[in-house]
């Protein structure tokens, strides 16, 4: 079909490319020229603006498929524009634990997991059939408790055929396991724990003796870390999962696996003259010489507990080749391995990396325990810090003017997960799991209902006016 206006005359298939070039200001433009061309825009220009305006998120991803390409881009939208204007609701998913740990959470789009201990929680991702409704919401679905472990110490979902339900544990005595999580039955009690028992699933991998500090997963390529340095490559896929190991011969904290990289590599992080090594990954084992180390801005920088890869959006393109880590002196770094900017390497090492960009807050020099990127315009890399619950944003594009916020509670203890979405922040502190929503149509019935707290869980919470988010105190990192 061709459209007709005056002195104009191009057919359907060549506006369609022209729209693939537009912003979303020039979409509603040109949806206002004419009928056909606003039904053309509606079937076409919508979603072809969001396949290059990606926004990753779990948890939306079933709702996504149901909603039109208008209304994803209108959620986008006003998502950002929170997320600009630093607005969201601010909830905690449970009353404190009785005890304190050091919880793990893994996310799919289907359900959340918060390992505590040797329970871990499972919350159900609801469906939203249209925007209309409402965001999907997180609703408790119960617990599962290890009867013949001792505490879980890393988490991550593994493929498993069409099932979101199958994850790798580590524990504290050095095995790693496939769990498959069965769904709750409607008439179990949410409050008495589902119990596990795993003797007849044999560990993956390699025993080792001490904690399972990281688990890591891409494609079908498991990697493991435990607290000493032994790093361990599985394939899942294969009957005989183990790939290679290697001993990093130093206190280690983190990893991160990349397949999808033109060069798939593994990076750890650890406490160490060089805290911040990149080994390559071949089909046959993992390397044990680095290819790549990369330097802080600081040159007593001595330990890095978190890796993640980079917001889709950033300036410097969506690379894999571009990786973000957390540091012990409380800077996030921002390293290209693509990039040439090298420091002065010791005689038989790769020269050291410095960092494309850096992170800090300026009130406080905690260090960074956890780091996950995403958020508005998918530019934002967020980080949870070690001290009074407190997680710091920055937006690529203007990585001078961040701001940090309190886990609602102001609980004193760091994050020690945290994973960001297009619109959503999920964390965890030693006492209980969270969420930042900065998205619309989130009411009191998206997230779990806390009842009023007892005595013997109290709870400092205090709900904000809206009667949908809790009170938190957050702060610009400007000191102007």
């Known amino acids: 079909m061709t459209v007709e206006a005056a002195g104009l005359i191009l057919p359907s298939d060549v506006l369609i490319i022209i729209m693939a070039n537009l912003d979303m200001e020039d979409l509603i433009n040109l949806s206002y020229t004419c009928k056909f061309v606003n039904l053309l825009v509606h079937e076409f220009g919508w979603s072809l603006y969001l396949k290059y305006n990606i926004r990753p998120s779990f948890t939306?991803?079933?709702?996504?498929?149901?909603?039109?390409?208008?209304?994803?881009?209108?959620?986008?939208?006003?998502?950002?524009?929170?997320?600009?204007?630093?607005?969201?609701?601010?909830?905690?998913l449970s009353h404190p634990w009785r005890n304190k740990y050091q919880p793990k959470i893994a996310l799919?789009?289907?359900?959340?997991?918060?390992?505590?201990?040797?329970?871990?929680?499972?919350?159900?991702?609801?469906?939203?059939?249209?925007?209309?409704?409402?965001?999907?919401?997180?609703?408790?679905?119960?617990?599962?408790?290890?009867?013949?472990?001792?505490?879980?110490?890393?988490?991550?979902?593994i493929p498993d055929r069409h099932s979101e339900r199958t994850v790798a544990v580590g524990f504290e005595d050095g095995r790693i396991h496939r769990v498959?999580?069965?769904?709750?039955?409607?008439?179990?009690?949410?409050?008495?724990?589902?119990?596990?028992?795993?003797?007849?699933?044999?560990?993956?991998?390699l025993r080792i003796v001490d904690i399972i500090e990281s688990l890591t997963c891409s494609d079908n390529m498991l990697l493991s870390l435990s607290s000493f340095g032994t790093a361990g490559l599985c394939n899942l896929s294969s009957d005989s999962p183990l790939v290679s190991a290697i001993n990093l011969d130093c206190r280690s904290w983190s990893s991160f696996i990349c397949m999808k990289s033109s060069t798939p590599f593994t990076a750890f992080g650890t406490t160490s003259p060089n805290p911040l090594v990149v080994h390559a990954v071949t089909p046959s084992s993992l390397s044990p010489a680095p290819f790549a180390i990369l330097h802080s801005t600081r040159e007593r920088s001595t330990a890095v507990y978190d890796i993640t890869d980079a917001p889709p959006s950033a300036p410097w393109g969506s690379s894999k080749q571009v990786i973000v880590s957390g540091w012990y002196d409380g800077a996030v770094?921002?390293?290209?391995?693509?990039?040439?900017?090298?420091?002065?390497?010791?005689?038989?090492?790769?020269?050291p990396l410095r960092p494309m960009l850096t992170f800090r807050d300026p009130w406080s020099d905690e260090p960074i325990y956890s780091v996950s990127c995403g958020g508005g315009s998918s530019s934002v890399v967020g980080a949870g810090t070690a001290r009074h619950s407190v997680v710091a944003f920055w937006d690529v594009?203007?990585?001078?003017?961040?701001?940090?916020?309190?886990?609602?509670?102001?609980?004193?203890?760091?994050?020690?997960?945290?994973?960001?979405?297009?619109?959503?922040?999920?964390?965890v502190t030693q006492s209980r799991p969270f969420v930042f929503d900065f998205g619309p149509g989130v009411t009191k019935d998206t997230y779990p209902f806390l009842s009023p707290s007892t005595r013997f869980q109290h709870d400092s919470l205090k709900l904000n006016k809206n009667g949908v988010g809790y009170c938190v105190t957050q702060y610009n990192h400007s000191r102007m």
Do not use: M
């Open 60 to 92: 939306l991803q079933l709702a996504r498929r149901s909603w039109s390409s208008f209304d994803q881009v209108r959620y986008d939208v006003a998502s950002d524009r929170c997320w600009a204007q630093a607005k969201f609701n601010a909830r905690p």
């Open 108 to 157: 799919s789009s289907s359900v959340l997991l918060v390992a505590a201990n040797y329970t871990i929680y499972a919350y159900h991702i609801t469906h939203s059939s249209s925007l209309d409704d409402g965001a999907p919401g997180v609703s408790y679905e119960g617990s599962y408790s290890f009867t013949d472990r001792p505490a879980i110490t890393s988490i991550t979902f």
């Open 180 to 205: 498959f999580l069965p769904h709750f039955q409607q008439e179990q009690s949410k409050n008495k724990p589902l119990a596990l028992n795993i003797e007849r699933d044999p560990p993956l991998a």
């Open 333 to 351: 770094q921002v390293h290209d391995l693509r990039s040439g900017w090298r420091g002065s390497g010791v005689t038989g090492t790769p020269a």
């Open 397 to 427: 594009r203007r990585p001078t003017e961040g701001w940090s916020v309190h886990a609602p509670g102001n609980d004193s203890s760091p994050v020690y997960s945290l994973v960001l979405e297009s619109s959503r922040v999920f964390g």
